[in-house]
């Protein structure tokens, strides 16, 4: 409760405080991604890499002798 000594700004600090330390204690007990989803998205951007170093390698192979020649 307020009383008519504690000025609004600083009471609803103290409102924003409480909220703020709640949620951070709910967010400690959470594991945000799961093992097996982590690896799976590695197991994504892994192959992407792949597949553009691979069609990067063939484009410097098909038009890198082009150049040279001419």
């Not at 330390?21 to 799976?40: H, N, P, S, T």
């Not at 998205?41 to 192959?47: E, H, P, R, S």
Request: aromatic content about 16%.
């Amino acid at each position: 409760m307020m009383s008519f000594m504690t000025p609004l700004w600083r009471s609803g600090k103290n409102q924003h405080i409480k909220i703020l330390r709640l949620q951070i204690e709910k967010v400690k007990g959470e594991c945000f991604m799961e093992i097996g989803a982590y690896f799976e998205v590695l197991k994504y951007i892994l192959m992407t890499a792949t597949f553009i170093a691979l069609v990067l390698i063939f484009l410097y192979a098909f038009y890198g002798k082009e150049e040279k020649a001419s």
